[in-house]
């Protein structure tokens, strides 16, 4: 069966500080695609990266950076040097074969100033 | 990115009513689009896999009578919440996968959402 999740529910950081949000992943799929999208209060889904199963290279995009890990089946995002306007639910997702996107259950992330 | 479109964003209908939603790929065609229900505080639930051309493929446990999808062109598919009732109030989010094959691995782009209220 197909399964994403997010252990963490919520997070409360201060502002400047780094934060890295945990997925984890369950698929008997060879190739497969993972993502994370960004929802802000505003409620539009922003999609923020895209990984396929071959690629475990890291990497990094301005203060965002992701671990992908095939051995552990985690995709794990990292905000580095937090900012308020990083407050928002983050969505792990997994793209199966059929092309469905299965979702974690997103981790609200409140970054105070 | 690629441009999806949600209208309306927000509706507020009395029970017993039927209300339209409407999504539109604005750069890019697309023969597959994906619904989602969101309800506070949780995930999204993909509701139906909409096929322009041919009929709407639902989840398990979503009922087609009740949310009628139509892909009427390849940049446009639209959900009608029949006989809509309190229960119905969600969140109904839209996306359309967009990039080089056009089939499943491409990055799927999401509508704004809308906002269904019924009274």
């Known amino acids: 069966a197909q399964k994403v999740t997010q252990a963490q529910t919520e997070i409360s950081v201060v502002e400047k500080e780094d934060v890295t949000l945990d997925c984890v992943y369950e698929t008997r799929d060879t190739t497969y695609y993972l993502f994370w999208y960004k929802q802000p209060p505003s409620g539009e889904l922003v999609f923020l990266i895209r990984r396929n199963s071959f690629d475990e290279q890291n990497e990094i995009s301005g203060r965002y950076s992701w671990n992908f890990q095939k051995s552990t089946s985690s995709f794990n995002f990292t905000i580095t040097a937090s900012q308020v306007v990083d407050s928002a639910v983050y969505f792990c997702a997994l793209r199966d074969a059929g092309g469905k996107l299965i979702f974690g259950q997103g981790t609200e992330l409140s970054v105070k100033p | 990115g690629a441009v999806v479109s949600q209208h309306p964003s927000w509706v507020i209908c009395k029970s017993g009513t039927s209300v339209k939603i409407e999504c539109r790929s604005l750069?890019?065609?697309?023969?597959?689009m994906f619904w989602y229900r969101q309800f506070p505080k949780q995930s999204l639930m993909l509701m139906a896999t909409s096929n322009e051309g041919s009929k709407a493929t639902y989840e398990q446990g979503v009922e087609k009578d009740k949310f009628l999808i139509n892909h009427a062109s390849l940049t446009l598919s639209t959900l009608t919440v029949t006989s809509a009732h309190p229960e119905d109030s969600s969140f109904y989010i839209c996306?359309?996968?967009?990039?080089?094959?056009?089939?499943?691995?491409?990055?799927?782009?999401f509508g704004p959402g809308t906002r269904l209220t019924v009274l």
């Open positions: 996306s359309a996968p967009q990039g080089l094959a056009g089939g499943w691995t491409d990055t799927q782009y």
């Open positions: 750069d890019f065609q697309a023969t597959t």
